[in-house]
């Protein structure tokens, strides 16, 4: 197996001060491009080489592919589990386990979204509001931003301005009662919830401290304030807390991050060691130099200057179109030359814009020339129509209060049970204070307990298939059958691919996604020890959240937002509509704080570049619907006009220069010293336990920088670990 000796050969002088630090908060600036992963994964095998039992150390991040990424990298090199993963699907495992400390059934639902919005739309019609002045998809912004702040409904009145904040709150306050009354969480539960749990039951925080003595957070500067609090919370005890990120690439506010999380770290824990990474693998120094340029007019910022030993490669290209049409074509036809004539994948290239409107004249382009293409941030396979219709069937045999999901499934396919008779029947539930698919149990059953309700003789029979096939559900739930024959079986009951050929052009795609379902309960079923809908469909839900598990073909080109682009990197990248009022965009216009995270979505951008970077702008281009003269961005003079060279046919169009102002410097504090703590003392000779590595002999007891050490050989290995005892937790035998 690779020794942490071998693994550390691979690490600049950097890395390796990260990579070998034991204990004690930790702030790692790392650089677009400077192997942040490779130092996190590193450090977190020398915690388990040192001793640390794997099941103590916890590391976050924000995606999916990234936690199972660096699980399966962690496990390869040290032979160990870490548990590695999102805040939400580590919020998920936490009150899956605990949320009845709070009052609140294990057995909720998570609802994606669509449902949230489903939800929220109906509390405002059952408030007799007007959607036109109450705009369902603002008051769900405003419920989601609010638990991003980790405020309740009685805490969010300094959200907007009161007129509507109120109405807001009135909403948010009852949305929140139909969550538990259909035993649900919406997806920012699963963090404020946490958060609830943590500060009302210090027991339980306590067990969790316990549990988790090391913890990590990647991309630290995308934390919102309620994951900001939980991480808190979670390293009061042991300060262990390692966090790595670069508020330069914080680009994500709209979601909630809060970039003064990351520039707070050295205030918060004083006694923190901090590493720049500034050497960069990825770019020439021609783009790093620029982005460098770019970057340092951004105030309140730490300090740093990417650089790379890769040379210092071609100019950025600044191409200057006559309208966005022509834009299109130059980009196009710079792809096509790239392909055919310098051997460039599709794949290795993107074209970036800032919205999502800008895509269309590219797609043109490109099918003009066959070039295929992708556009990340499409529809996500957890999000499709019918891939969400089978899943509500399942929801609601495992949650039978589950409203969204009996309204979307009751008439699907169609049985003559319309909204307006779904909303009289939840109506009805409620006033009898029982769950919706224990009602359709009673109208089958032609319980008197329902009465004054009436379906006609056909609608009874369609309630009763209906609730013949949830209790096949739950009945080959509770044999362990395999979830992919469960929804094989549903599908088959329903007929739902009867029902599909409705949909003619489309019919053979909905049924492929349909085997693509079953394809992954299977692949779930084989990775995962529990067998149960419960635990597929929380798989699905957090899933669904990520736009990382989009399949695209192999070689195309890439088309998406800035936005998307966070953790990408390519041979060739063009970033495109670098006009005023898009980048920046013309919301910023009044906020300085929006317009500085315009310059970083810029920054990431740039950064995402290997070999080969093109600006593009326009002189006019129609934007929301109306022909404009535009004017090029206000950031391309912020960068020397030594890195650019313009390609347009209007030489001189444009002046560049530099006009760099003052940084905030912020300065690393002196390292923070061991602590002493009381520590069994073992001595050479003793045979000793531990849950990781097995039985083993002390070979020596010293003190170490970090505590008492000891040098202790495996039966298994063939030389000695020295591991710090008071995380070793060893048995004498």
């Known amino acids: 197996m690779t020794t942490t000796m071998d693994l550390f050969k691979e690490l600049n002088e950097e890395q390796l001060v990260a990579a070998k630090h034991i204990e004690g908060p930790m702030l790692v600036l790392a650089g677009a491009g400077s192997g942040k992963t490779r130092c996190v994964i590193y450090r977190i095998v020398n915690l388990i080489e040192f001793g640390v039992p794997s099941d103590s150390i916890l590391g976050l ?128 539960d699963l963090l404020l919830l946490t958060l609830r749990l943590f500060e009302e039951c210090p027991k339980v925080l306590e067990r969790y401290q316990e549990k988790w003595q090391f913890l990590l957070v990647d991309e630290y500067q995308d934390t919102n304030t309620t994951q900001y609090e939980i991480i808190k919370l979670l390293a009061n005890k042991t300060h262990n807390l ?17 970039i003064s999380n990351i520039l707070s770290f050295e205030i918060d824990y004083p006694k923190a060691k901090t590493v720049k990474l500034e050497r960069n693998y990825r770019s020439t120094n021609t783009i790093l130099n620029a982005s460098n340029d770019l970057i340092t ?15 210092e490669g071609e100019k950025i290209k600044h191409f200057i179109a006559e309208n966005e049409f022509d834009e299109a074509r130059f980009v196009a036809e710079k792809v096509r030359f790239y392909y055919e004539e310098m051997g460039v994948s599709l794949n290795e290239m993107v074209v970036f814009y800032r919205t999502n409107f800008q895509s269309r004249v590219f797609e043109d382009q490109l099918l003009t020339r066959s070039i295929p293409y992708v556009i990340i941030g499409g529809v996500s396979f957890y999000q499709r129509k019918e ?23 009751i008439n ?45 003789s056909k609608q009874v029979n369609a309630v009763a298939e209906y609730v013949a096939a949830i209790e096949s559900v739950i009945e080959m739930n509770k044999q362990q059958i395999s979830i992919g024959e469960i929804i094989g079986n549903l599908v088959e009951k329903i007929h739902y691919f009867e029902h599909l050929e409705n949909e003619k052009e489309l019919a053979n795609d909905r049924k492929e996604n349909i085997y693509e379902l079953q394809e992954k309960a299977n692949q779930w079923s084989k990775q995962t020890d529990e067998i149960s809908i419960e635990g597929f469909l929380e798989e699905m839900s957090l899933r669904g959240q990520h736009v990382e598990d989009f399949e695209k073909p192999k070689d195309t080109l890439n088309l998406m937002t800035l936005h998307n682009g966070k953790g ?45 970077l093109y600006f593009c702008s326009s002189l006019e281009r129609h934007v929301w619907g109306q022909k404009r003269n535009q004017t090029e961005s206000c950031f391309l003079k912020e960068i020397s006009s030594e890195y650019l060279q313009s390609v347009s046919l209007r ?19 002196e390292p923070a010293k061991s602590f002493d703590e009381n520590t069994e003392m073992f001595k050479p000779g003793d045979a000793v336990l531990h849950k990781d590595f097995g039985v083993g002999i002390i070979q020596e007891v010293y003190e170490g920088s970090v505590g008492s050490m000891a040098d202790v050989l495996f039966s298994n290995e063939s030389k000695s670990k020295s591991l710090v005892l008071k995380y070793a937790k060893l048995t004498r035998l």
């Open 61 to 188: 991040t924000f995606t999916n592919k990234a936690a199972e990424e660096m699980r399966n990298r962690i496990e390869s090199l040290s032979d160990r589990r870490v548990l590695i993963a999102t805040f939400h699907s580590l919020g998920a495992r936490i009150l899956r386990e605990s949320i009845h400390h709070i009052g609140i059934d294990n057995r909720f639902i998570i609802y994606d979204e669509e449902d949230s919005l489903k939800l929220v739309k109906k509390c405002i019609k059952e408030m007799g509001l007007d959607e036109k002045s109450v705009v369902p998809r603002g008051t769900r912004a405003f419920i989601s931003k609010a638990k991003n702040e980790g405020l309740g409904p009685d805490k969010a009145h300094h959200l907007g301005h009161y007129s509507e904040t109120k109405e807001y709150i009135d909403v948010y306050d009852i949305y929140q009662k139909k969550l538990r009354e259909f035993n649900a969480v919406d997806f920012d």
């Open 242 to 258: 390692f966090v790595v990120g670069d508020p330069d690439q914080s680009i994500y506010s709209w979601r909630g991050a809060n």
């Open 297 to 311: 007019h951004n105030p309140n910022r730490y300090e740093k200057n990417l650089w790379s030993d890769l040379g």
């Open 387 to 409: 891939v969400k219709d089978i899943l509500a069937y399942l929801k609601l045999a495992v949650c039978h209060s589950d409203y969204i999901s009996f309204v979307r499934s």
């Open 412 to 456: 699907l396919p169609k049985r003559g049970i319309g909204q307006v008779t779904a909303e009289k029947m939840v109506c009805r539930t409620a006033e009898l204070g029982e769950p919706i698919f224990i009602f359709c149990q009673q109208i089958v059953a032609k319980n008197p307990c329902i009465a004054p309700f009436k379906l006609s």
């Open 568 to 612: 990408l990197e390519f041979r060739v990248v063009f970033i495109t509509g670098l006009d005023n009022d898009l980048l920046p965009h013309a919301n910023s216009r009044d906020c300085i704080e929006a317009y500085q995270e315009e310059r970083r979505l810029l920054y990431v951008g740039m950064t995402r570049a290997k070999e080969r």
């Open 651 to 669: 030489s001189g169009a444009y002046r560049y220069y530099k006009d760099k102002g003052e940084s905030q410097v912020f300065h690393e504090p």
